[in-house]
């Protein structure tokens, strides 16, 4: 069964830190294109990054760029999303997902075959 798996969220202080991750499970990553999406309580869900399989692309929401860095360890079939100076506004629940489409990076959900249940993030002092 193909499967993603999202871990790493939790409560954290304006400021903080978090690493979240996506392990695969039932096939291999490294093909696939990764994107990470949050969706917030009344908000529709939005790309934050996402990431090509082989060349290792990178993209960024506006709103992230210069806090949070995607990554792939293909040896641990994971993807990592570091987020640094965590703010209010980034409280939302955090999902992976994967794009068969390895060597495109796309902000739409609408381009990703595999979802991951999601992980909670909650920024607050």
């Known amino acids: 069964q193909l499967q993603l798996v999202e871990s790493g969220g939790g409560l954290v202080q304006p400021g903080g830190s978090l690493r979240l991750s996506c392990a695969a499970s039932?096939?291999?990553?490294?093909?696939?294109?990764i994107g990470w999406f949050r969706q917030a309580p009344g908000k529709e869900r939005e790309g934050v990054s996402c990431i090509t399989s082989r060349a290792g692309t990178t993209r960024y929401a506006d709103s992230v760029k210069g806090r949070f860095t995607i990554s792939r360890d293909n040896a641990k079939n994971t993807v990592y999303l570091q987020i640094n100076n965590l703010k209010p506004e980034d409280t939302a629940v955090y999902y992976c997902a994967a794009d068969r489409v390895g060597n495109r990076c796309l902000g739409s959900s609408n381009s990703y075959d595999y979802w991951g249940q999601g992980t909670q993030v909650t920024v607050s002092s």
């Open positions: 039932g096939f291999r990553l490294d093909s696939y294109a």
